[in-house]
Protein backbone atom coordinates (compact mmCIF):
# COMPACT_ATOMS: atom_id res chain seq x y z
CA UNK A 1 0.00 0.00 0.00
CA UNK A 2 1.54 3.86 -0.73
CA UNK A 3 -0.20 5.37 2.48
CA UNK A 4 0.90 5.57 6.11
CA UNK A 5 0.14 2.40 7.76
CA UNK A 6 -0.80 2.01 11.71
CA UNK A 7 -1.15 -0.40 14.25
CA UNK A 8 -3.49 -1.78 15.59
CA UNK A 9 -6.60 0.31 14.60
CA UNK A 10 -7.77 -0.30 18.10
CA UNK A 11 -6.24 -1.37 22.03
CA UNK A 12 -7.93 -1.35 25.12
CA UNK A 13 -5.74 -1.74 27.98
CA UNK A 14 -5.82 -1.04 31.76
CA UNK A 15 -4.83 1.41 33.49
CA UNK A 16 -1.10 1.22 34.68
CA UNK A 17 0.05 -0.79 31.75
CA UNK A 18 2.32 0.08 28.71
CA UNK A 19 1.32 0.02 25.08
CA UNK A 20 3.04 0.44 21.84
CA UNK A 21 1.40 2.15 18.86
CA UNK A 22 3.69 1.49 15.16
CA UNK A 23 3.60 3.82 12.22
CA UNK A 24 4.57 2.55 8.95
CA UNK A 25 4.96 5.80 7.10
CA UNK A 26 4.98 6.74 3.27
CA UNK A 27 8.15 5.44 1.75
CA UNK A 28 10.51 7.91 0.79
CA UNK A 29 9.06 10.55 3.47
CA UNK A 30 11.87 11.65 5.54
CA UNK A 31 9.26 13.32 8.28
CA UNK A 32 6.87 11.90 10.60
CA UNK A 33 5.00 13.22 12.84
CA UNK A 34 2.64 11.68 15.69
CA UNK A 35 -0.29 13.66 16.85
CA UNK A 36 -3.35 13.13 18.79
CA UNK A 37 -7.02 13.69 19.35
CA UNK A 38 -9.17 13.64 22.25
CA UNK A 39 -12.86 13.07 22.18
CA UNK A 40 -14.48 16.14 20.63
CA UNK A 41 -11.54 17.96 20.63
CA UNK A 42 -8.67 18.92 17.55
CA UNK A 43 -5.05 17.48 16.65
CA UNK A 44 -2.87 17.98 19.45
CA UNK A 45 1.06 17.72 17.93
CA UNK A 46 2.84 15.90 20.20
CA UNK A 47 6.26 14.67 18.19
CA UNK A 48 8.15 15.38 15.17
CA UNK A 49 10.99 13.30 13.45
CA UNK A 50 12.76 14.37 10.70
CA UNK A 51 15.66 12.75 9.01
CA UNK A 52 18.62 12.24 11.09
CA UNK A 53 17.77 15.29 13.42
CA UNK A 54 17.38 15.62 16.85
CA UNK A 55 13.46 15.14 17.20
CA UNK A 56 10.81 18.05 18.39
CA UNK A 57 9.18 16.59 21.62
CA UNK A 58 8.08 19.50 22.88
CA UNK A 59 4.47 18.39 22.37
CA UNK A 60 4.81 15.19 24.07
CA UNK A 61 2.76 15.80 27.54
CA UNK A 62 4.77 13.58 29.94
CA UNK A 63 7.70 11.85 30.13
CA UNK A 64 5.27 8.85 30.18
CA UNK A 65 5.36 9.07 26.68
CA UNK A 66 8.21 8.59 24.38
CA UNK A 67 8.62 7.57 20.50
CA UNK A 68 11.31 6.29 18.48
CA UNK A 69 11.67 6.49 14.38
CA UNK A 70 14.73 4.02 12.70
CA UNK A 71 15.92 5.93 10.26
CA UNK A 72 13.42 7.33 7.87
CA UNK A 73 11.31 4.15 8.13
CA UNK A 74 8.73 2.60 11.11
CA UNK A 75 8.39 4.76 14.23
CA UNK A 76 6.51 3.30 17.75
CA UNK A 77 5.30 5.30 20.23
CA UNK A 78 5.34 4.04 23.43
CA UNK A 79 2.98 5.39 26.68
CA UNK A 80 4.57 3.77 29.81
CA UNK A 81 1.42 3.62 33.20
CA UNK A 82 -1.02 4.23 31.00
CA UNK A 83 -3.92 6.64 32.50
CA UNK A 84 -7.41 7.07 31.92
CA UNK A 85 -6.64 10.63 30.48
CA UNK A 86 -4.57 9.24 27.80
CA UNK A 87 -7.35 7.51 26.09
CA UNK A 88 -7.62 9.04 22.99
CA UNK A 89 -7.05 8.26 18.84
CA UNK A 90 -3.42 8.66 17.81
CA UNK A 91 -2.80 9.78 14.71
CA UNK A 92 0.26 9.32 12.47
CA UNK A 93 1.31 11.18 9.43
CA UNK A 94 4.50 11.64 6.86
CA UNK A 95 5.40 14.02 4.42
CA UNK A 96 8.56 14.57 2.04
CA UNK A 97 9.73 17.34 4.14
CA UNK A 98 9.57 20.04 1.53
CA UNK A 99 8.75 23.30 2.73
CA UNK A 100 5.97 24.53 1.44
CA UNK A 101 4.74 21.69 -0.85
CA UNK A 102 4.87 19.15 1.21
CA UNK A 103 1.25 18.40 3.18
CA UNK A 104 0.81 16.09 5.73
CA UNK A 105 -0.29 12.10 4.95
CA UNK A 106 -2.03 10.37 8.11
CA UNK A 107 -3.04 7.15 9.14
CA UNK A 108 -6.39 6.12 10.35
CA UNK A 109 -5.01 6.33 13.75
CA UNK A 110 -4.86 3.63 16.70
CA UNK A 111 -8.13 4.24 18.83
CA UNK A 112 -6.62 3.60 22.53
CA UNK A 113 -8.76 3.50 25.59
CA UNK A 114 -7.61 2.98 28.94
CA UNK A 115 -9.85 1.43 31.30
CA UNK B 1 -3.62 29.48 23.94
CA UNK B 2 -4.56 28.44 21.10
CA UNK B 3 -2.58 29.27 17.78
CA UNK B 4 -5.28 28.26 15.03
CA UNK B 5 -8.96 28.78 15.90
CA UNK B 6 -12.43 27.72 13.83
CA UNK B 7 -14.84 29.30 15.65
CA UNK B 8 -17.84 27.59 14.26
CA UNK B 9 -18.12 24.09 15.73
CA UNK B 10 -20.77 22.94 13.02
CA UNK B 11 -22.16 24.10 10.21
CA UNK B 12 -25.22 22.97 7.94
CA UNK B 13 -25.50 24.10 4.06
CA UNK B 14 -28.08 22.99 1.39
CA UNK B 15 -26.72 20.79 -1.32
CA UNK B 16 -25.59 22.47 -4.42
CA UNK B 17 -24.86 25.95 -2.07
CA UNK B 18 -21.85 27.09 -1.04
CA UNK B 19 -20.00 26.21 2.18
CA UNK B 20 -17.58 29.10 3.51
CA UNK B 21 -15.47 27.33 6.30
CA UNK B 22 -13.57 30.30 8.53
CA UNK B 23 -10.16 29.77 9.92
CA UNK B 24 -8.33 32.33 11.93
CA UNK B 25 -4.60 32.54 13.01
CA UNK B 26 -2.67 34.50 16.14
CA UNK B 27 1.16 33.67 14.74
CA UNK B 28 2.13 36.24 12.53
CA UNK B 29 5.44 33.87 11.80
CA UNK B 30 2.76 31.09 10.09
CA UNK B 31 3.41 31.13 6.07
CA UNK B 32 1.41 28.16 5.24
CA UNK B 33 -1.95 27.04 5.77
CA UNK B 34 -4.03 23.51 4.76
CA UNK B 35 -7.40 22.32 4.77
CA UNK B 36 -8.28 19.07 5.81
CA UNK B 37 -11.40 16.54 5.84
CA UNK B 38 -12.12 14.18 8.12
CA UNK B 39 -14.28 11.26 7.81
CA UNK B 40 -15.02 9.08 11.24
CA UNK B 41 -12.66 6.64 11.56
CA UNK B 42 -10.41 7.64 9.05
CA UNK B 43 -7.37 10.04 9.27
CA UNK B 44 -7.41 13.37 8.15
CA UNK B 45 -7.14 13.62 4.15
CA UNK B 46 -5.26 16.73 2.51
CA UNK B 47 -7.51 19.01 0.62
CA UNK B 48 -5.71 21.84 -0.54
CA UNK B 49 -2.57 24.16 0.75
CA UNK B 50 -1.85 27.98 0.42
CA UNK B 51 1.36 29.95 1.07
CA UNK B 52 1.64 32.96 2.26
CA UNK B 53 2.84 34.55 -1.14
CA UNK B 54 -0.77 33.87 -2.56
CA UNK B 55 -4.31 35.54 -1.73
CA UNK B 56 -6.05 33.02 -3.53
CA UNK B 57 -5.64 28.89 -4.63
CA UNK B 58 -8.17 26.65 -6.24
CA UNK B 59 -8.81 23.08 -7.25
CA UNK B 60 -11.97 21.82 -8.22
CA UNK B 61 -14.55 23.03 -6.55
CA UNK B 62 -12.55 24.12 -3.48
CA UNK B 63 -10.91 27.79 -2.92
CA UNK B 64 -8.70 28.97 0.02
CA UNK B 65 -8.86 32.72 0.33
CA UNK B 66 -5.89 34.15 2.87
CA UNK B 67 -6.32 37.39 4.26
CA UNK B 68 -2.93 38.23 5.73
CA UNK B 69 -3.73 41.55 7.23
CA UNK B 70 -6.85 40.09 9.40
CA UNK B 71 -4.74 36.37 9.84
CA UNK B 72 -7.74 34.75 8.13
CA UNK B 73 -8.18 32.12 5.85
CA UNK B 74 -11.48 30.54 4.62
CA UNK B 75 -12.43 27.68 2.74
CA UNK B 76 -14.70 27.79 -0.20
CA UNK B 77 -16.65 24.54 -1.30
CA UNK B 78 -18.87 25.18 -4.81
CA UNK B 79 -21.37 23.36 -5.10
CA UNK B 80 -21.74 21.49 -1.80
CA UNK B 81 -22.60 17.76 -2.29
CA UNK B 82 -23.80 15.35 0.60
CA UNK B 83 -20.62 13.71 0.06
CA UNK B 84 -18.98 16.55 1.63
CA UNK B 85 -19.91 16.03 5.23
CA UNK B 86 -16.90 15.57 7.53
CA UNK B 87 -14.88 17.68 10.23
CA UNK B 88 -12.78 20.23 8.29
CA UNK B 89 -9.48 21.39 9.82
CA UNK B 90 -7.54 24.53 9.10
CA UNK B 91 -3.86 23.72 10.25
CA UNK B 92 -1.17 26.33 9.54
CA UNK B 93 3.19 26.30 9.93
CA UNK B 94 6.12 27.84 10.25
CA UNK B 95 9.41 27.14 10.24
CA UNK B 96 9.58 26.23 6.87
CA UNK B 97 7.17 24.65 6.53
CA UNK B 98 7.97 21.49 8.72
CA UNK B 99 5.78 22.12 12.38
CA UNK B 100 1.74 21.84 11.85
CA UNK B 101 -0.31 23.51 14.10
CA UNK B 102 -4.00 22.55 13.77
CA UNK B 103 -7.68 24.05 14.75
CA UNK B 104 -10.25 22.29 16.45
CA UNK B 105 -12.25 21.56 13.36
CA UNK B 106 -15.60 22.54 12.19
CA UNK B 107 -18.14 19.58 11.31
CA UNK B 108 -20.05 20.69 8.35
CA UNK B 109 -23.46 18.64 7.39
CA UNK B 110 -24.92 18.74 3.49
CA UNK B 111 -28.20 18.33 3.49
CA UNK B 112 -29.79 16.75 0.60
Known amino acids: GAGVSQSPSNKVTEKGKDVELRCDPI?????LYWYRQRLGQGLEFLIYFQGNSAPDKSGLPSDRFSAERTGESVSTLTIQRTQQEDSAVYLC?????????????FGNGTRLTVT | DQQVKQNSPSLSVQEGRISILNCDYT??????FLWYKKYPAEGPTFLISISSIKDKNEDGRFTVFLNKSAKHLSLHIVPSQPGDSAVYFC???????????FGPGTRLSVLP
Open chain 2, 27 to 32: NSMFDY
Open chain 2, 91 to 101: AASDNYGQNFV
Open chain 1, 27 to 31: SGHTA
Open chain 1, 93 to 105: ASSSGDPYNSPLH
